[in-house]
């Protein structure tokens, strides 16, 4: 299977620890990002990769949130000291392409958090 | 507020029926994703719009925006079961960044 995967598939931690997350992108796509969907809502943007730079972080990636993509391909996302507020699905894509309006992106399955 | 409004919120047909589902914002979109989500997983990618009044189709799934480019509408033509799920609509809305925003979704349910 070559598309994007995610790990764990499902996570459940007590509040004040600390969690992270993989994504492992499609081979050769040089853009990554994060996403947080909580039930009922669409996915929220947290932060994007170009390569191996974090190009943008939204708001809501407080100082307790920290994503790397350290050799260009797979990414972590990490969460200090969870919170119950911090239950939610992760969501990464990638995407293969550049250019205004030409970002057709492809997700993987998502880590559910939930903080007890 | 909401970029991106999608409605209706929720949608329960009869098999056999057609639908429709929007997508509206009140900016320019440089692009108008499709996407499909089954409760607790990840996004399957329907089809992109691009161009003003453009329109695809894929099976019986049919997809277009308005000239304005700020309005989108999925069309499902005599619905199945298998197309239950959440619909939502993602768009690039700033040139030169590379980010979605996401409507909050339309969850269809189809009747046997």
């Known amino acids: 299977d070559t598309g994007v995967s995610q790990n764990p598939r499902h996570k459940i931690t007590k509040r004040g620890q600390n969690v992270t997350f993989r994504c492992d992108p499609i081979s050769e796509h040089n853009r990554l990002y994060w996403y947080r969907q909580t039930l009922g809502q669409g996915p929220e943007f947290l932060t994007y990769?170009?390569?191996?730079?974090?190009?943008?972080k939204s708001r809501l990636l407080s100082d307790r949130f920290s994503a790397e993509r350290p050799k260009g391909s797979f990414s972590t996302l990490e969460i200090q000291r969870t919170e119950q507020g911090d239950s939610a699905m992760y969501l990464c894509?990638?995407?293969?392409?550049?250019?205004?309006?030409?970002?057709?992106?492809?997700f993987g399955p998502g880590t559910r958090l939930t903080v007890l | 507020s909401q970029e991106l409004e999608q409605s209706p919120q929720s949608l329960i047909v009869q098999e056999g029926k057609n639908l429709t589902i929007n997508c509206t914002s009140s900016?320019?979109?440089?692009?108008l994703y499709w996407y499909k989500q089954k409760y607790g997983e990840g996004l399957i990618f329907l089809m992109m719009l691009q161009k003003g009044g453009e329109e695809k189709s894929h099976e019986k799934i049919t997809a277009k925006l308005d000239e304005k480019k700020q309005q989108s509408s999925l069309h499902i033509t005599a619905s199945q079961p298998s197309h239950a799920g959440i619909y939502l609509c993602g768009a690039d809305i700033t040139s030169g960044t590379y980010k979605y925003i996401f409507g909050t979704g339309t969850r269809l349910k189809v009747l046997a």
């Open positions: 990769f170009q390569n191996e730079a974090q190009l943008e």
């Open positions: 900016k320019t979109l440089y692009g």
């Open positions: 894509a990638s995407s293969p392409r550049l250019g205004q309006g030409r970002n057709e992106q492809f």
